[in-house]
């Protein structure tokens, strides 16, 4: 059981990462087109990786 959350709480932050890094790289204008402002990127990966 511990091991199971432990493990769901190390793949929560891996999405995170992973989010973070797919959104940084796209450009201003992309993520416009998006509806998505920069400073919003971290707070949009923590919720994808929530999910």
Not at 16 to 44: C, H, K, M, N, P
């Amino acid at each position: 059981m511990f091991v199971s959350y432990v493990l769901s709480k190390v793949q929560a932050y891996f999405r995170y990462r992973e989010t973070v890094r797919e959104l940084s790289l796209l450009s201003d204008r992309e993520l416009t087109d998006l509806g998505i402002a920069r400073f919003q990127i971290d707070s949009i990966a923590r919720r994808s990786a929530a999910a």
